[in-house]
């Protein structure tokens, strides 16, 4: 069986602060995947990153971060200098290479960045 | 533009009524997935087909059927037996049915009184 735990429900930060989102999955499975995606207040989930169980490089995009540590089953999130527009809900989720594409997915963190 | 279209947007619908929701993509995407989103939850997957004429149920397939006539649509009916059908349900697919990142439509709201 997979998990993915998101234990923080909600994250309020000022403009230009820094935000961490924790991410926590199982799997019985050697070979997945994690994702994040982006769920802005429009409700459409925009992808963000994929990484494949063998890749523990962390990995910058522009603001964004990604810290993947397989020791501890966690792939957590950073957004740098965090602005208003990063006000979303955040899911973390994971598949298994035979799980036929199928994702699981945590309950989200909603991050509220304020001016 | 290459993308995922779901509509309406927002539904009504009266309880004892089947109501079928529009999932179209252009993406030439093997894989389609149909997820339900309950307030402050994440994703639920209630049904995925990997090809055309081929689908499987998710984990919350009761009350819901599927076809997948079309490589570009994927269809969803929620019937009069899913006994809490309001929610937002969300439309995905993928290039194919390995772990590649799934991409979304914009949701529709469905809302059964």
């Known amino acids: 069986a997979q998990k993915v735990t998101q234990a923080q429900t909600e994250i309020s930060v000022v403009e230009k602060e820094d935000v961490t989102l924790d991410c926590v999955y199982e799997t019985r499975d050697t070979t997945y995947y994690l994702f994040w995606y982006k769920q802005p207040p429009s409700g459409e989930l925009v992808f963000l990153i994929r990484?494949?169980?063998?890749?523990?490089q962390n990995e910058i995009s522009g603001r964004y971060s990604w810290n993947f540590q397989k020791s501890t089953s966690s792939f957590n999130f950073t957004i740098t200098a965090s602005q208003v527009v990063d006000s979303a809900v955040y899911f973390c989720a994971l598949s298994a290479t035979d799980s036929w594409g199928k994702l699981q997915f945590g309950a989200g963190t909603q991050v509220v960045v304020t001016p | 533009d290459g993308g995922i279209t779901q509509s309406p947007k927002y539904l009504f619908r009266k309880e004892g009524q089947n109501v079928t929701l529009s999932c179209e993509q252009n993406?030439?995407?093997?894989?389609m997935y149909w997820y339900r989103q309950d307030p402050g939850q994440g994703l639920r997957l209630i049904y995925y087909s990997q090809i055309v004429n081929d689908f499987q149920k998710g984990d919350i397939a009761e009350g819901y059927s599927v076809s997948r006539e079309k490589k570009e649509s994927f269809p969803l009916t929620v019937t009069s037996a899913q006994k809490n059908p309001t929610a937002f349900y969300l439309c995905a697919s993928s290039i194919d049915h390995t772990a590649y990142e799934q991409y979304f439509g914009p949701g529709t709201r469905l809302t059964v009184t």
């Open positions: 993406l030439n995407h093997d894989a």
């Open positions: 990484r494949n169980s063998f890749d523990e």
